[in-house]
């Protein structure tokens, strides 16, 4: 890895560990910590707070990860660097050094990471996502469908080689954070939007 690569990595987890569901609960005099889930996330924004809270969450997380990538690219000059620069936004985010490393699920900030680096098929896992969560209410299951398709999209999308190896990391990373949730849905008691 280059200088620049490693830069646009260390800006990308510091840019990632910005938690726009904390900014956003704190402007309305509120705590996200302390309300329903307590993940610092857009759904437990959603679902306490309403739309017009977790729209701006939403937008905020998917443009972290979208910078990062864009970030990595240009600093690092390729776009492996850009995966390894949304990866560490993904981590930030999900481990955030601002907010004593207890952050949210990192599905938006991943999503804008794809975005950036492959736009179709960031706007195909968004429709996925946005389409479960319409059918099901469920935002888990359509935030875990769209990881479970993002390395067969960049397959079918071309890539090959070490980017894969970086969305893999994304991928099982946003998983592994959803691990109460998978218990959830495997236990048919997962919280509705």
């Not at 569901?21 to 705590?31: E, S, T």
């Not at 329903?36 to 309403?50: F, Q």
């Not at 469908?145 to 397959?155: D, I, N």
Request: charged share 10%.
């Amino acid at each position: 890895m280059t200088v620049g690569a490693v830069a646009a990595a260390v800006l990308g987890y510091l840019v990632g560990s910005i938690d726009f569901a904390v900014l956003v609960a704190r402007a309305q005099g509120k705590d996200i910590y302390e309300m329903g889930s307590g993940n610092p996330g857009a759904a437990n924004v959603l679902r306490n707070l309403g739309w017009k809270a977790a729209l701006p969450v939403m937008l905020g997380d998917v443009a972290k990860g979208a910078a990062a990538a864009a970030v990595g690219t240009w600093l690092g000059g390729s776009e492996l660097a850009g995966w390894a620069a949304g990866f560490a936004a993904v981590v930030g985010h999900c481990f955030p050094v601002w907010h004593r490393f207890h952050g949210g699920k990192g599905v938006s900030t991943a999503l804008g990471v794809v975005l950036w680096l492959e736009p179709i098929l960031g706007l195909v896992l968004i429709g996925i996502w946005a389409g479960l969560l319409a059918l099901t209410k469920v935002s888990s299951l359509g935030s875990l469908a769209a990881m479970a398709a993002l390395v067969p999209g960049l397959v079918v999308a071309g890539a090959r080689g070490p980017p894969l190896l970086w969305a893999t990391a994304i991928a099982v990373l946003v998983v592994i954070r959803h691990q109460a949730n998978i218990a959830g849905l495997l236990a048919r008691r997962e919280r509705t939007v």
